[in-house]
């Protein structure tokens, strides 16, 4: 293959939203692992903005950290929110329209793979440099200027994307792009895409699948030591990099009909979910009876409370796959798409915000614990009714059908 047809292919596409995903969310994943811490064009300027947030807020966690300025922290985090806002929208569309159907699933295991290789970067620095210290407290400040300046990074590379018609897919189909439309017409298909039984119903699901980042940030802060948060930041990235990778390759196979793999991946990823929630209450219960501190790798009883949020990091990155190729099978247009990945990541952050600030009011981490288990339990009710049944009556394409399925987006 040609440089410049490389440069145009699907799989570079990938790589390069799988770069600026290490170098921003990525990063900004390991900061929290350790605890505490129209036409495709709009939408490609649009990730080009959305790339500027994340390195201020890891600016503001080094003053904070170096000089206790609290002030920054405030305003890094509105900054960021309203930049990762624009790029969940724009990555979304991204990741979800270019690939043909036949090759979303790994598509999306590679740019997960890609996301959670940022934090295993950010783990292995904040390992290397905080190695020495078993006691609990916060991470050496030369770990957070490291991270500000390769979140910087990120945006150079937005500017390598190709646009949807300039880029090539392997199978010769062409990427679908609505025409502009109006900022009020987007918003009213905004709400119709909302309020459709097919999407509907997984918001809350949205919602409780990332609502646990609060508890989880907050477990690894009040129980373990500074290397052993560091151990978990770079340890997590690696076991979830590689079940998204096994874990895309069947969301992908031609052996079963798409309906299949909709409902066992369904059942691997939340069911697994859902039992994981039990061990951690199970943990969360000891913990309250007999607070541990500063738990560190030589300590007894290391593993147990370590292993469940490694489990819960891992299964947690198989939910966010899941949920991003569900979505990926409703529609194929770009804004279609943009749509309905920013009302996942949208109802998404709301979650993970309304986790955060839980866990920052020194609420119980068990009655925390208990209100995450209620809370996706009774999510998965209707997400597994869409699953079930309003998704039966789609006419779903197989993996063999695939093909087809090309030829008829073409010629639209």
């Given amino acids: 293959m040609a440089a410049s047809s490389f440069r145009r292919s699907v799989l570079a596409q990938m790589i390069i939203c799988g770069f600026i995903a290490l170098l921003g969310p990525g990063l900004w994943n390991a900061n929290n692992s350790l605890g505490a811490g129209g036409a495709l064009l709009p939408y490609l300027r649009t990730l080009i903005a959305g790339t500027l947030g994340w390195s201020v807020y890891s600016a503001a966690l080094y003053q904070n950290n170096r000089f206790g300025t609290e002030w920054f922290v405030m305003l890094g985090a509105a900054i960021c929110g309203i930049s990762a806002g624009l790029y969940w929208a724009a990555e979304g569309a991204i990741i979800l329209s270019y690939p043909e159907h036949a090759k979303r699933g790994r598509y999306l295991a590679l740019w997960l793979g890609f996301k959670n290789s940022g934090q295993l970067i950010g783990g292995a620095i904040n390992l290397g440099l905080n190695a020495s210290n078993a006691k609990t407290g916060k991470v050496s400040w030369v770990t957070l200027l490291v991270f500000v300046i390769l979140q910087a990074f990120a945006l150079p590379l ?42 509907g119903l997984m918001l809350p699901i949205f919602f409780a699948s990332w609502f646990y980042w609060g508890y989880a940030s907050s477990f690894l802060t009040l129980y373990f030591s500074v290397r052993a948060r560091a151990l978990a930041s770079f340890l997590s990235a690696i076991s979830g990099t590689i079940a998204c990778v096994f874990f895309g390759f069947f969301l992908d196979s031609k052996r079963f009909a798409l309906k299949t793999r909709i409902r066992v ?21 000891e913990y309250e009876a007999t607070p541990p501190k500063g738990l560190d790798w030589a300590s007894p009883g290391f593993g147990r409370g370590f292993g469940m949020f490694i489990m819960l990091q891992t299964i947690g990155n198989m939910v966010q796959n899941y949920l991003y190729f569900l ?6 247009g770009t804004s279609e798409l943009s749509r309905g990945t920013g009302l996942l990541r949208g109802v998404e952050s709301w979650g993970q915000c309304a986790s955060f600030g839980i866990s920052s009011s020194k609420f119980s981490p068990f009655y925390t614990t208990v209100i995450n288990l209620v809370f996706w339990t009774v999510a998965l009710v209707p997400a597994a009714f869409t699953i079930w049944e309003v998704q039966e009556r789609k006419e779903f394409a197989s993996s063999e059908d695939s093909d087809s399925n090309h030829r008829t987006f073409e010629a639209n």
């Fill in 158 to 199: 937005a500017f390598l994307l190709s646009p949807p018609e300039k880029t090539e897919r392997a199978d010769g189909s062409r990427i679908v792009v609505e025409a502009k439309t109006t900022t009020k017409e987007q918003l009213r298909l905004l709400w119709k895409a909302a309020t459709t039984r097919q999407i």
């Fill in 327 to 332: 979505i990926g099978t409703i529609g194929d």
């Fill in 265 to 285: 991946g369904f059942l691997l990823s939340c069911g697994l979910f859902t039992l994981l929630w039990i061990w951690v209450l199970i943990i969360q219960h």
